[in-house]
């Protein structure tokens, strides 16, 4: 649970951000007036203010000698998906749209306690300025990244969950992605773990990410029994 030791201190701890995100029922009304009343409750603590802007797809028909015949497709934006509050110091942030709440936070993360109750803040004060009552969705996100290991070295030195390669494929690893979802019985809810090899400031790095989402939520009724699935 969320109160016990949750291991040793790391000297280099490989989590890059950790993300816990609420959606709410889609069909329900819903008023872009509060990503403002909720940036006036907590613009002491996220101060920065910006849009994420959403594309959509065009297609157009070419009608002159500049433009040759046939559809072509270009991206338009087609208006805010989602407003983004942020801390001053950029290691944590507030993400507010139709339907959805996420709270983003990059290192250095505090520990379990503390962006439990960041995000249960946060929780409540988006309550208190949305009418929006059914929770459809939560999800608990840890995306970790890992130096990658020089050529040659086995990759199971550094994870567990490792390519499973033999005869013929039993070679040296460039690069790999692997992705499994995971049924879980307690709380009912889905694990998405994905490893593989990646660019991070032109650097290769291992990433291990870990997603545990779940639709089974409709009975968590008020913020208490939120924090115990968060548990």
């Not at 509050?85 to 950029?90: F, H, Q, T």
């Not at 998405?192 to 291990?208: A, L, M, S």
């Amino acid at each position: 649970a969320g109160n016990k030791p949750m291991g040793e201190k790391l000297k280099n701890p490989p989590l890059v951000e950790a993300v816990c995100e609420f959606r709410f029922d889609p069909a329900a009304a819903w008023d872009w007036a509060i990503p403002g009343q909720l940036y006036d409750k907590i613009s002491g603590d996220f101060p920065v203010k910006a849009q994420m802007q959403s594309l959509g797809l065009a297609l157009q028909v070419g009608a002159s000698p500049a433009q040759p015949q046939g559809i072509r497709a270009t991206q338009v934006q087609t208006g805010p998906e989602r407003v983004q509050l942020k801390r001053a110091d950029g290691s944590a942030m507030v993400q507010v749209g139709p339907h959805l709440l996420a709270v983003n936070h990059l290192r250095p993360y505090p520990d379990w306690q503390r962006f439990r109750s960041l995000a249960m803040r946060m929780f409540g004060a988006y309550a208190s300025v949305s009418t929006e009552s059914g929770l459809k969705q939560i999800g608990l996100r840890y995306i970790n990244q890992i130096e990658a290991p020089e050529a040659g070295c086995k990759i199971d030195g550094y994870i567990t969950v490792t390519p499973s390669l033999s005869n013929y494929l039993a070679k040296e690893v460039a690069a790999f992605f692997q992705r499994y979802e995971l049924i879980v019985e307690q709380p009912k809810a889905t694990l998405i773990h994905q490893t593989g090899f990646q660019f991070r400031e032109n650097k290769p790095v291992i990433f291990v990410d870990l997603d545990l989402v779940s639709n089974q939520v409709a009975a968590l009724k008020n913020a208490l029994a939120v924090e115990d699935w968060l548990n």
